[in-house]
């Protein structure tokens, strides 16, 4: 089997796009991909954490506030330049998707579109986006699109040191309640965070979650506590800049994926 076509099948298999996907005989536009990227994290966000009215299946999960709030990821992803950094742009556009899906229609309210869920969403939009842009880039600039290559390396490239971790599950299991939670976050991290999370949640007319000292799922996490998160993160990992965070990301999703087979 030749490269290109083993590169294919896996990438389409993933997100449903080739090296150089074609209309009508003619290359698609960068949008096709990032549109794809966007769809393919929004399953990863929102399956299994987000609810619907009673009747509907998981494809039908607020189909409007879905179309709109793609739309809009495809957008901020083209306008990130408009921001100051990465970081203004990140907590930008997830007050955005938290914005649209306000007045969605849930079965309750522990159900609803958190902060939580548009970090992984945008997260993972970027991973996705990185991951296809390093495949294009291993293979001949003739065999893939330049459309999306050339996007890729003005709008993101350059921010890849600046890149989140999609916080979920996997995630957390891995320096949460574990040996390594003291490698990540010591004692004094951990606390902070924990009343970070005890006061956002008082805040909100809420009973505070963390009476077993645990950190809440991913999926009810507010702004303040997200951020706070990230950035005992960065400062605890990513200091030396010996390790990029998606690379960091990537070996721990794996490694915690693994145990939980197991």
Request: glycine share 4%; hydrophobic share 30%.
């Amino acid at each position: 089997m030749k490269k290109e076509t083993a590169i294919n099948f896996m990438l389409f298999s993933l997100m449903e796009v080739t090296l150089n996907d074609k209309e009508k005989g003619s290359p698609v536009g960068e949008d096709f991909y990032i549109k794809k990227a966007v769809l393919r994290a929004y399953r990863d966000a929102s399956s299994h954490v987000l609810s619907v009215k009673k009747g509907e299946d998981d494809k039908r999960k607020n189909p409007e506030k879905k179309k709109d709030a793609v739309e809009k990821l495809v957008q901020k992803l083209k306008e990130i330049d408009s921001q100051p950094d990465y970081k203004t742009w990140h907590n930008d556009v997830c007050g955005v998707l938290v914005k649209e899906y306000k007045d969605a229609d849930y079965k309750d309210d522990s159900r609803e579109f958190s902060y939580g869920i548009a970090q992984k969403w945008v997260n993972m939009t970027v991973k996705y986006l990185a991951v296809l842009y390093t495949v294009m880039a291993d293979m001949d600039r003739n065999q893939v699109n330049q459309k999306f290559m050339e996007f890729y390396e003005e709008k993101l490239q350059k921010h890849e040191g600046d890149f989140q971790i999609p916080v979920d599950g996997y995630i957390l299991e891995y320096i949460w309640g574990t040996k390594r939670e003291k490698e990540i976050f010591n004692k004094e991290d951990r606390k902070e965070l924990l009343e970070q999370q005890k006061k956002e949640e008082e805040e909100n007319g809420e009973t505070p979650q963390n009476a077993s000292g645990k950190i809440n799922a991913w999926s009810k996490w507010k702004e303040k506590f997200y951020q706070k998160f990230q950035e005992k993160l960065r400062n605890n990992l990513f200091q030396g800049g010996e390790e990029a965070p998606l690379d960091w990301e990537g070996r721990i999703w794996i490694e915690s994926a693994k145990k939980r087979k197991k």
